[in-house]
């Protein structure tokens, strides 16, 4: 982490936070306590605004009491307050803008994160949220706040979750020193046909599994069972992984409206008995990649005796297609996603109110539901 800069933090926080500073310069200090909430449910992610804050903290040779009213991956209600923060005005008044942006974004997509891996609990994820993110703090703190959600599934509901992201800067948070991933879309391009992309990728890592993508030529049945077939051995042994990305502006290959309907209601007729919002429609039968697409590649991939080859599932998958696809069980083994990300951005503010001046209890009035009471570990804790 590199080392914060006083005129760095006053370039970037609210200007008023700078006057208020300067006030208080003049005037005297006070020892304040800070409440932090957010208006919407969350999982507590903390770890990196925590860490920020500590650093400052020792920059400024100043001392911060934190009294957490939740461990990182706990769900957190609207309007609960999530910690407390003590010290000095002078020291903490100048750093609310930035601590409050690395916090809420974090907290809304561990959430997320959660809701998706438990929804579908026996799939693995990959955070592929990177080219999503508004550069490389926001990378950082996406990729975390997917490790953190995710270790809630695994302890709620045994999931997978998620195994590794796509790169390596931010491996460490899913206990990997390198991103995971095979080919783009440009490597297929750049190959002419599907099947030679994946004989120039096993030629340039023989021993590693494979995961192909099989949409780019819109022969996703077709392709995925010649790359089979060019690789028996890696099929066989469950090596063998065929990613379908197809977008939404067509059915997958020998799909169509009514074949959709179809296939659901062989495999998944519950799926498609009882009223449906059109989104959950799109979802089950629609274009793209569909639960009908998934189970139509599943079809045929075990029809031809690659039982043991894996589907990867990718395009969209937030957590309102996640619900879709695990109440139609659709056989999906890993899900790419970065739709973890917060789809709506005002619900990311998090919130800070000075709740107590010097020991007495003070806050604007409408705030008061944010005065402290005694934590249940009965005790701050020190920054």
Not at 149 to 178: E, P, Q, W, Y
Not at 281 to 289: A, D, F, K, S, W
Request: with cysteine; charged share 25%.
């Amino acid at each position: 982490m590199m080392h914060p800069s006083d005129g760095e933090i006053e370039r970037f926080t609210d200007h008023y936070f700078n006057r208020t500073k300067q006030v208080i310069g003049r005037f005297g200090d006070s020892r304040v306590t800070y409440a932090i909430f957010m208006r919407r449910p969350v999982v507590f992610a903390p770890r990196l605004a925590l860490e920020w804050l500590e650093e400052l903290g020792r920059s400024r040779n100043t001392a911060v009491d934190l009294d957490l009213r939740y461990g990182e991956g706990k769900w957190v209600g609207a309007g609960e307050p999530m910690m407390y923060i003590t010290g000095s005005f002078f020291h903490l008044v100048d750093l609310e803008t930035i601590f409050l942006q690395k916090l809420g974004p974090a907290c809304v997509a561990a959430y997320n994160a959660w809701t998706m891996c438990a929804d579908m609990p026996k799939s693995a994820f990959l955070a592929m949220d990177a080219r999503h993110c508004a550069g490389q703090e926001m990378a950082e703190m996406m990729a975390y706040a997917a490790s953190v959600g995710s270790a809630r599934a695994r302890r709620k509901v045994g999931a997978v979750g998620f195994i590794g992201n796509a790169t390596h800067a931010t491996a460490h948070f899913f206990g990997r020193d390198k991103g995971l991933g095979t080919m783009p879309h440009a490597l297929i391009g750049y190959a002419g046909s599907t099947v030679r992309a994946a004989e120039m990728y096993h030629e340039t890592f023989p021993g590693e599994a494979m995961t192909v993508l099989v949409d780019y030529f819109a022969r996703e049945i077709s392709d995925s069972l010649e790359v089979c077939r060019r690789f028996p051995e890696l099929a066989a042994a469950g090596n063998l992984s065929l990613r379908l990305d197809t977008t939404g502006g067509r059915y997958i290959e020998g799909l169509d409206p009514a074949t959709s309907y179809a296939v659901l209601e062989r495999f998944s007729p519950e799926s498609i008995r009882g009223y449906r919002s059109e989104a959950e429609l799109r979802y089950l039968v629609g274009t793209g990649v569909s639960a009908a697409a998934i189970f139509h590649l599943r079809a045929a991939l075990d029809g031809a005796g690659f039982d043991k080859v894996k589907i990867v599932a990718s395009s969209g998958f937030g957590p309102a297609k996640c619900r879709v696809m695990a109440e139609a069980k659709a056989p999906i083994d890993v899900v790419g996603s970065g739709s973890f990300l917060p789809s709506n951005w005002t619900e990311t503010y998090a919130t800070a109110d000075i709740v107590e001046y010097d020991g007495d209890k003070r806050v604007k009035v409408g705030r008061e539901f944010l005065h402290r009471v005694r934590s249940t570990n009965g005790a701050t804790q020190p920054l």
